[in-house]
């Protein structure tokens, strides 16, 4: 059974760079689209980033378009989001899940989830 877990988040000041990590146990993840989550304190979460099992990006969240990019290295079974010139409107708990193959917007389509780092971004 695919599990994820999350890591990399901090405290980091305005500007500062950030690489979230989402390492896949007990199951390859060449088969899946890895997207990344985050919600903040009083809002839904909305995914911002995602990578198809074959390499496709799709980005969601126009703020982070030129700040943040996603990877993945299906050898160590992990995806990245390296996440450049932070924002304090950036700060939230990040959060990775999978679906089958394809992205989607359709948060309902991904499982499992991982448990969440927190990002905060704060001078």
């Known amino acids: 059974q695919l599990q994820l877990v999350e890591s990399g988040g901090g405290l980091v000041q305005p500007g500062g760079s950030l690489r979230l990590s989402c390492a896949a146990s007990g199951f390859p993840l060449k088969t899946y689209a890895i997207g990344w989550f985050r919600q903040a304190p009083g809002k839904e979460r909305e995914e911002v980033l995602c990578i198809s099992s074959s390499g496709g990006i799709t980005n969601y969240v126009d703020s982070v378009e030129g700040r943040f990019t996603i990877s993945r290295d299906n050898a160590k079974n992990t995806v990245y989001l390296q996440m450049n010139s932070l924002k304090p409107e950036d700060t939230a708990v990040y959060y990775c899940?999978?679906?089958?193959?394809?992205?989607?917007?359709?948060?309902?389509?991904?499982?499992?989830w991982g448990q969440g780092t927190q990002v905060t971004v704060s001078s």
């Open positions: 899940a999978a679906t089958e193959w394809l992205c989607t917007a359709i948060v309902s389509q991904f499982g499992p």
